[in-house]
């Protein structure tokens, strides 16, 4: 099975575009073009300003917050694959996991934040001992993408 989550990362940058072009169609019709006039509703431009840029950096730097990554995963061939990249406005580097099947020793799933930061710990045998990689967090994914990776892996899984 071959599996990304591009849907997922697409809507994040779709929706960080749109929140973009929202806030600075604001700041022109505020400050440039005098075209809202203050107060509206009964608040004042400097609170719905810094209301509306509170909200256009939560949109913006959530996906860093909670670890987003994109994730593309494959069981097909010889070797269990794991590329991922951070996303958001500070893209990280890319990086990689390749397991073979016959290595492959199980995974653990953590939770931090009330499950809102998740990730997984791959395990692979190597000399007869079980060696962990580095955590994948896998934020970004729905539940029906989890359940697709975690019975996936199910299937390979070593037990003791």
Do not use: H, W
């Not at 073009?33 to 203050?38: A, M, S, V, Y």
């Not at 509703?41 to 987003?68: D, N, Q, R, S």
């Not at 996991?97 to 809102?116: D, M, Q």
């Amino acid at each position: 099975m071959t599996f990304d989550n591009s849907k997922t990362i697409i809507k994040l940058r779709l929706r960080l575009f749109i929140a973009t072009i929202c806030m600075l169609v604001y700041i022109y019709f505020v400050y440039y073009g005098k075209q809202l006039r203050f107060p509206v509703l009964g608040i004042t431009e400097f609170y719905a300003t810094l209301l509306l840029t509170a909200i256009y950096l939560l949109l913006a730097f959530l996906p860093l917050v909670l670890k987003y990554r994109y994730i593309y995963f494959s069981d097909d061939g010889k070797q269990i694959i794991f590329r991922y990249y951070s996303v958001g406005f500070l893209s990280g580097k890319k990086s990689s996991v390749e397991i073979p099947k016959n290595e492959f020793a199980g995974y653990s799933i953590n939770k931090r934040f009330t499950g809102l930061i998740r990730s997984i710990i791959l395990y692979r045998l190597m000399r007869n001992k079980k060696a962990s990689y580095p955590p994948v967090y896998i934020s970004s994914l729905t539940r029906s993408e989890l359940n697709k990776i975690t019975e996936a892996l199910d299937r390979y899984n070593k037990k003791e």
